[in-house]
């Protein structure tokens, strides 16, 4: 049996952040509570393609919330 360590500090599972995005990485689970940040849409299409981030309803946050920070870095220029 394995020993599993579980936080009392409910999980952001996805989050945006000032200029990037922060996935928990589902690839790791349940034995890891991992984080990966991504910086740009091409972060966020390999996330979904090594399955960092699953599930319908989570690709389609993280693919808004790609397209909300390539916005803003347009913006920025």
Do not use: H, W
Request: with cysteine; charged share 20%.
């Amino acid at each position: 049996m394995t020993n599993l360590k579980y936080s009392a500090m409910p999980t952001q599972p996805v989050e945006f952040l000032k200029n990037r995005i922060r996935i928990l990485d589902q690839s790791k689970l349940p034995l890891e509570e991992c984080y990966v940040d991504l910086n740009d849409y091409q972060d966020v299409i390999q996330a979904i393609k090594q399955m960092k981030i699953r599930g319908a309803p989570a690709i389609g946050v993280v693919g808004a919330y790609g397209i909300a920070l390539t916005a803003v870095r347009a913006q920025s220029l």
